[in-house]
């Protein structure tokens, strides 16, 4: 493995497959301790730790929902205790419940700016000090370019994913001067369970085919390697939009 992260902890959050997966393991192999959080799929978590102590790395699975203050505090002591102060956050948990505008309802709304917006919240406030502790910390967070397009799914997750881009430039803006970096990468189209049974959508793709996880845990890594990049997102759509 390289070190290039080698004495940093990493946190990802909803961590176990698709994207979060991806990113844990280019984590681990660039040398940092991952914690892998998940609220259900604890096997899936686990067998990921596993192969990334197999390869040589360090990593813990840390149950955990995320959109609830008292569970982000708890772990993030977990981690502390496990792997050391964390210095990379990766806020990638999130839900994709497709409403149309008729159908959607004051819960679905609720819901998903609680799993997708608050928790973001939740977990930088919680890793902060530590940062700050240090002077040096990496925080990405998994938006969508629904966050600046019409998307599929529906507005409620419009708004989560463009309130999460918000709240990146807020605390990039303010954390600038700490060593603390903030940004944001913004996937559309990803080849994950999200998209599963869903083939046509290619179509929209000018390049003709679903983007990889393992393209948007590039992405991530671009981030928590560039010292002098704040406050952006970057998008991933194949050629569908630009900015």
Same mark, same amino acid.
Do not use: W
């Given at each position: 493995m390289a070190d290039d992260l080698?004495?940093?902890?990493? /946190?990802?959050?909803?961590?176990?497959?698709?994207? #979060? !997966?991806?990113?844990?393991? $280019? /984590?681990?192999?660039?040398?940092?301790?991952?914690?892998?959080?998940?609220?259900?799929?604890i096997d899936q978590a686990e067998l990921l730790a596993g192969e990334i102590v197999k390869q040589g790395g360090r990593a813990v699975v840390v149950a955990a929902d995320v959109s *609830?203050?008292?569970? +982000?505090?708890?772990?993030?002591?977990? +981690?502390?205790?496990? &792997?050391?102060?964390?210095?990379? &956050? +990766? @806020? @990638? $948990?999130?839900? !994709?419940?497709?409403?149309?505008?008729?159908? &959607?309802?004051e819960d679905d709304f609720d819901r998903t700016i609680l799993v997708n917006l608050k928790s973001a919240f939740l977990c930088t406030q919680a890793v902060l000090p530590s940062m700050r502790a240090r002077k040096w910390g990496r925080i990405? @967070?998994?938006?969508?370019?629904?966050?600046? #397009? %019409?998307?599929?799914?529906?507005?409620?997750? @419009?708004?989560?994913? %463009?309130?999460?881009?918000? /709240?990146?430039?807020?605390? $990039?803006?303010?954390l600038v001067k700490e060593g603390i970096t903030v940004n944001a990468v913004a996937p559309s189209l990803i080849e994950t369970d999200?998209?599963?049974? *869903?083939? *046509? /959508? +290619?179509?929209?793709?000018?390049?003709?085919?679903?983007?990889? $996880?393992?393209?948007v845990a590039k992405a991530v890594m671009l981030l928590v390697d560039n010292a002098y990049m704040t406050g952006q997102t970057v998008a991933l759509s194949g050629g569908m939009a630009f900015n």
């Open positions: 080698k004495g940093r902890t990493a /946190l990802v959050t909803g961590g176990s497959r698709g994207i #979060g !997966a991806a990113v844990c393991r $280019a /984590l681990a192999e660039a040398g940092a301790a991952v914690a892998i959080n998940c609220r259900e799929r *609830q203050h008292e569970a +982000v505090a708890a772990m993030v002591e977990r +981690v502390t205790a496990g &792997l050391g102060p964390i210095d990379i &956050l +990766v @806020n @990638n $948990a999130g839900i !994709a419940i497709t409403r149309g505008i008729d159908d &959607l309802t990405v @967070n998994i938006s969508s370019g629904a966050a600046r #397009g %019409a998307g599929s799914i529906g507005p409620h997750y @419009n708004a989560s994913k %463009a309130g999460m881009e918000g /709240l990146t430039r807020g605390y $990039a803006a303010r999200m998209m599963s049974g *869903q083939p *046509q /959508l +290619v179509s929209r793709i000018p390049l003709g085919r679903f983007g990889t $996880a393992e393209e």
